[in-house]
């Protein structure tokens, strides 16, 4: 009987399958990086990035392996390159550990990437403003930031993006809190010597890095006394001809000064100089600060929307000079140029009231406002508060205001003759992005496969030229490009409405955008899908 | 006066034990098995060891993805396929030795959730060619070899149905393999020696397939809404070995 059962278990084998695709995981996608004249995802899943020329979208785009679980990508700033954290993996029984990697992926070359391992699994990528310097930190004191059961939230590492030094370890003093952000200096002469400090945020600290120097000690700066009051550091301002940094912080009325001074090392892990904190009283708690002015000369103006006042500090008095504004601003934006009432060109201010639902901008010359005090300001009413603002080249700032029905409304102002030019719209602008260089165009769409654009300067077609270029899928992001791609031409790159992020883009050409030449990519974040394995 | 019926039960038992009958009659001694009834004109109904020279048959294959490509494109570690095959059995070349030539189709599909989380559906369709010799051993029993060619397409449908990859690809493979033949006698259901008999064939083989590598270029699959359509790029999920070996079953009718 045995045998009678023989042949129908051969007939039923085929539909006992074994189904290996039960226990693979999901996929995770890092946001889309706008490079030069490219554009780069990087799949956290497999550890791949894959790089797409919108001149040449092939059905393989480069592919390059990034190592294991990256979570951080970016543009290398000033340069054109890739820059990718990875986690790396902590290992088992059955898989070898990873460290923690650093890579550098250079679009333009065929070479393979720059990796450099690290020595913590960081999840914080922070880089200077010339590229050369990154810093990498844990945002959180969490185990899962960092994959390890234990690890000093407060360790952080100092990279040279140009390869020119090793990366660094430079574990910082732990006073009770992590760091939040790191902000960098310009690289400019101090005390004699070409120099980069950075300045890492933390909740009542602020501790100072020569960059250039990896084998000096940090600096730890206490904000509070007494630990009585809580400070969270929020905007920094490095004044590196006058050897002041200025440090900005939510919980104080008070502008913090740090006064660097040359000393000469007590050993070869000391600093060239000293710090000396002092405190610049605003009267209330400031909003947004920007120096101006050189030398004696250099004040800060400071809003405190609290007070509805534009104070002026000078920090080698300690002086405070506050003008009432009227109006609640919040955010200054400083220029120099002319105004309606005069030619010369100096030191002025656009006061705008960000997110506090002030109808008012204000104007300010800021070239002796102190005596001058509220004649060198000036109002103009706009018909809905302002939720964001973006300077542009050549003295223009766009606003983004918000009308009463919660709708996006955007006016272009021009600094110098204090005129607000109100943009039309059809419908609501859901996405808007600007071009922040001497090509301004303005590219915005409503959440439909619509985008529309408009010339913020004269291009040749006329002020506030406007277009429109109707495709085939929603519009979640609009990324121009910078630089001409390979074709000679520059791409404007849209990311499609993609459910299943599988990696969907639209090209067209970003200075004579025509649905006719435009072209899509779909699914390519599956390249080769069967060959790599994972996803 | 045994029924048509009657009978066609006990051909269905002698093809699915085939070995408990036959073995029986060659136990017997010569005179004795001259007495197994011949079909002839006068006697309808009766069963025969005739050669058949057509077989139509239902068949089944299971294939094992050895490469790992193949496994993610299938999602599994074996498929399965069904189809149909007709084989000609040429005349004896030699004593109890025979060629046989046979067409076959065989499809087989594969709906999983891929390591995407995508849902994937995979699909073949192979129109095959055979030769094969086979030695009886028994009248019933036949081992033989077989080498066959195929060629037809290749599917995979990738993603929901609003946002669906597809591509099709141009397949083509060879394979070899040994396997046994069991049959059946023969029944003669027309009172007529023009009517061939009837009797159950069954094959199980076991072989290796070699075939090109399947380069599936997927594409956005548009529902036509659009007048005119932005030109969408394919992309490449890469070539995918197809080399497996294989157990394939079949069952059906010889004539």
Same mark, same amino acid.
């Given at each position: 009987m045995k045998r009678a059962y023989l042949l129908p278990l051969l007939l039923v084998s085929p539909l006992a399958c074994h189904d290996d695709s039960a226990s693979s995981p999901s996929r995770t996608v890092l946001p889309m990086v706008a490079l030069d004249n490219s554009v780069a995802y990087v799949d956290s899943t497999s550890g791949t990035a894959f790089l797409l020329d919108p001149a040449n979208l092939a059905p393989r785009p480069r592919m390059v392996a990034t190592g294991k679980s990256p979570i951080v990508a970016q543009k290398r700033k000033a340069a054109n390159q890739l820059l990718v954290l990875t986690h790396g993996d902590q290992g088992s029984s059955s898989t070898e550990s990873e460290p923690a990697r650093l890579v550098i992926v250079d679009p333009a070359s065929n070479a393979a990437p720059v990796s450099t391992d690290l020595p913590g699994r960081f999840d914080r990528l922070a880089q200077s403003d010339d590229g050369v310097f990154a810093i990498l930190y844990y945002g959180s004191v969490s185990s899962g930031a960092s994959g390890s059961m234990l690890y000093n939230p407060n360790d952080l590492a100092v990279a040279t993006l140009d390869g020119s030094k090793p990366v660094a370890s430079r574990p910082i003093r732990s006073l009770g809190s992590v760091p939040s952000s790191v902000t960098f200096s310009p690289r400019a002469m101090l005390f004699g010597q070409l120099r980069t400090l950075a300045a890492v945020l933390a909740p009542n600290y602020v501790t100072l890095l020569d960059l250039d120097r990896a084998d000096r000690t940090e600096i730890t700066v206490p904000l509070v006394a007494d630990g009585t009051q809580n400070v969270t550091p929020v905007q920094v301002l490095f004044d590196m001809a006058g050897a002041n940094i200025y440090v900005r912080a939510d919980g104080s009325n008070d502008i913090f000064q740090i006064s660097l001074a040359q000393a000469a090392p007590a050993n070869s892990k000391s600093n060239d100089f000293r710090v000396s904190l002092s405190l610049i009283g605003a009267g209330s708690e400031p909003s947004d600060m920007e120096m101006y002015g050189t030398g004696d000369a250099m004040r800060l103006a400071v809003t405190t929307p609290g007070t509805r006042q534009l104070a002026i500090l000078d920090p080698k008095t300690g002086n405070a000079t506050s003008i009432s504004t009227a109006t609640q601003v919040s955010q200054i934006l400083l220029f120099q140029g002319k105004s309606p009432k005069s030619s010369e060109i100096q030191d002025r201010a656009m006061l705008v009231?960000?997110?506090?639902?002030?109808?008012?901008?204000?104007?300010? $010359?800021?070239? $002796?406002?102190?005596?001058?005090?509220?004649?060198?300001?000036?109002?103009?009413?706009? /018909?809905? /508060?302002? +939720?964001?603002?973006?300077?542009? /080249?050549? %003295?223009?700032?766009?606003? %983004?205001?918000? $009308?009463?029905?919660?709708?996006?409304?955007?006016?272009?102002? %021009?600094?110098? $003759?204090?005129?607000?030019?109100?943009?039309?719209?059809?419908?609501?602008?859901?996405?808007?992005?600007v071009e922040a260089t001497a090509q301004s165009r303005l590219w915005g769409t409503n959440g439909s496969s619509r985008i529309e654009y408009l010339d913020i300067v004269n291009r040749g077609q006329g002020p506030l030229y406007s277009g429109e270029v109707i495709l085939d899928q929603t519009i979640t992001s609009i990324s121009p490009l910078a630089k001409p791609s390979t074709d000679g031409k520059r791409y404007l790159v849209l990311e499609m409405y993609d459910p299943m992020s599988l990696g969907y883009l639209t090209v067209l050409y970003a200075d004579q955008p025509d649905r006719k030449e435009a072209r899509s990519a779909y699914g390519f974040l599956l390249s080769d899908y069967f060959k790599r394995g994972q996803p | 006066m045994t029924t048509i019926r009657h009978r066609f039960l006990i051909l269905s038992t002698a093809a699915f034990l085939p070995a408990l009958p036959v073995a029986a009659q060659d136990a017997l001694p010569p005179a004795a098995r001259t007495a197994v009834p011949q079909a002839s004109e006068t006697e309808a109904h009766s069963t025969s060891w005739e050669p058949l020279r057509f077989a139509l048959a239902a068949e089944i294959q299971t294939a094992w993805m050895l490469q790992d490509d193949a496994r993610r494109l299938w999602g599994k570690r074996n498929t399965g396929g069904a189809g149909l095959s007709l084989s000609y059995d040429a005349p004896q070349v030699a004593r109890k030795t025979t060629v046989s030539l046979d067409l076959s189709w065989l499809a087989s599909a594969?709906?999983?959730? %891929?390591?995407?989380?995508?849902?994937?559906?995979?699909?073949?369709?192979?129109?095959?060619?055979?030769?094969?010799?086979?030695?009886?051993?028994?009248?019933?029993?036949?081992?033989?070899?077989?080498?066959?060619?195929?060629?037809?397409?290749?599917?995979?449908?990738?993603?929901?149905?609003?946002?669906?990859?597809?591509?099709?690809? #141009?397949?083509?493979?060879?394979?070899?393999?040994?396997?046994?033949? +069991?049959?059946?006698?023969? +029944?003669?259901?027309?009172?007529?020696?023009?009517?061939?008999?009837?009797? #159950?064939?069954?094959?199980?083989?076991?072989?290796?397939?070699?075939?090109?590598?399947?380069?599936?270029?997927?594409?956005?699959?548009?529902?036509?809404?659009?007048?005119?359509?932005?030109?969408?790029?394919? +992309?490449?999920?890469?070539?995918?070995?197809?080399?497996? /070996?294989?157990?394939?079953?079949?069952?059906?009718?010889?004539?």
């Amino acid at each position: 009987m045995k045998r009678a059962y023989l042949l129908p278990l051969l007939l039923v084998s085929p539909l006992a399958c074994h189904d290996d695709s039960a226990s693979s995981p999901s996929r995770t996608v890092l946001p889309m990086v706008a490079l030069d004249n490219s554009v780069a995802y990087v799949d956290s899943t497999s550890g791949t990035a894959f790089l797409l020329d919108p001149a040449n979208l092939a059905p393989r785009p480069r592919m390059v392996a990034t190592g294991k679980s990256p979570i951080v990508a970016q543009k290398r700033k000033a340069a054109n390159q890739l820059l990718v954290l990875t986690h790396g993996d902590q290992g088992s029984s059955s898989t070898e550990s990873e460290p923690a990697r650093l890579v550098i992926v250079d679009p333009a070359s065929n070479a393979a990437p720059v990796s450099t391992d690290l020595p913590g699994r960081f999840d914080r990528l922070a880089q200077s403003d010339d590229g050369v310097f990154a810093i990498l930190y844990y945002g959180s004191v969490s185990s899962g930031a960092s994959g390890s059961m234990l690890y000093n939230p407060n360790d952080l590492a100092v990279a040279t993006l140009d390869g020119s030094k090793p990366v660094a370890s430079r574990p910082i003093r732990s006073l009770g809190s992590v760091p939040s952000s790191v902000t960098f200096s310009p690289r400019a002469m101090l005390f004699g010597q070409l120099r980069t400090l950075a300045a890492v945020l933390a909740p009542n600290y602020v501790t100072l890095l020569d960059l250039d120097r990896a084998d000096r000690t940090e600096i730890t700066v206490p904000l509070v006394a007494d630990g009585t009051q809580n400070v969270t550091p929020v905007q920094v301002l490095f004044d590196m001809a006058g050897a002041n940094i200025y440090v900005r912080a939510d919980g104080s009325n008070d502008i913090f000064q740090i006064s660097l001074a040359q000393a000469a090392p007590a050993n070869s892990k000391s600093n060239d100089f000293r710090v000396s904190l002092s405190l610049i009283g605003a009267g209330s708690e400031p909003s947004d600060m920007e120096m101006y002015g050189t030398g004696d000369a250099m004040r800060l103006a400071v809003t405190t929307p609290g007070t509805r006042q534009l104070a002026i500090l000078d920090p080698k008095t300690g002086n405070a000079t506050s003008i009432s504004t009227a109006t609640q601003v919040s955010q200054i934006l400083l220029f120099q140029g002319k105004s309606p009432k005069s030619s010369e060109i100096q030191d002025r201010a656009m006061l705008v009231g960000v997110g506090t639902g002030a109808t008012a901008l204000v104007f300010a $010359d800021l070239k $002796d406002i102190e005596s001058t005090q509220g004649l060198a300001l000036e109002s103009w009413s706009i /018909p809905s /508060p302002v +939720v964001g603002i973006t300077p542009l /080249p050549g %003295n223009i700032a766009l606003l %983004n205001q918000r $009308d009463v029905y919660g709708s996006v409304t955007l006016s272009v102002v %021009n600094l110098e $003759d204090r005129t607000i030019e109100p943009i039309g719209s059809s419908g609501a602008l859901d996405y808007v992005t600007v071009e922040a260089t001497a090509q301004s165009r303005l590219w915005g769409t409503n959440g439909s496969s619509r985008i529309e654009y408009l010339d913020i300067v004269n291009r040749g077609q006329g002020p506030l030229y406007s277009g429109e270029v109707i495709l085939d899928q929603t519009i979640t992001s609009i990324s121009p490009l910078a630089k001409p791609s390979t074709d000679g031409k520059r791409y404007l790159v849209l990311e499609m409405y993609d459910p299943m992020s599988l990696g969907y883009l639209t090209v067209l050409y970003a200075d004579q955008p025509d649905r006719k030449e435009a072209r899509s990519a779909y699914g390519f974040l599956l390249s080769d899908y069967f060959k790599r394995g994972q996803p | 006066m045994t029924t048509i019926r009657h009978r066609f039960l006990i051909l269905s038992t002698a093809a699915f034990l085939p070995a408990l009958p036959v073995a029986a009659q060659d136990a017997l001694p010569p005179a004795a098995r001259t007495a197994v009834p011949q079909a002839s004109e006068t006697e309808a109904h009766s069963t025969s060891w005739e050669p058949l020279r057509f077989a139509l048959a239902a068949e089944i294959q299971t294939a094992w993805m050895l490469q790992d490509d193949a496994r993610r494109l299938w999602g599994k570690r074996n498929t399965g396929g069904a189809g149909l095959s007709l084989s000609y059995d040429a005349p004896q070349v030699a004593r109890k030795t025979t060629v046989s030539l046979d067409l076959s189709w065989l499809a087989s599909a594969v709906s999983t959730t %891929n390591g995407l989380d995508l849902p994937q559906k995979t699909s073949t369709q192979i129109f095959g060619l055979g030769l094969s010799v086979r030695y009886d051993v028994f009248r019933w029993l036949s081992p033989y070899a077989r080498v066959a060619g195929g060629m037809g397409w290749a599917a995979l449908t990738m993603g929901s149905p609003d946002f669906d990859l597809r591509d099709r690809a #141009f397949v083509y493979q060879g394979s070899a393999g040994a396997g046994l033949l +069991v049959r059946s006698p023969g +029944v003669h259901l027309v009172r007529s020696r023009r009517w061939p008999p009837l009797a #159950f064939v069954g094959r199980v083989e076991g072989g290796y397939t070699i075939g090109n590598a399947t380069d599936l270029s997927l594409k956005l699959h548009s529902s036509g809404s659009g007048k005119d359509p932005i030109p969408v790029e394919a +992309v490449s999920v890469g070539e995918v070995a197809r080399r497996f /070996p294989y157990l394939r079953v079949s069952l059906g009718v010889g004539f």
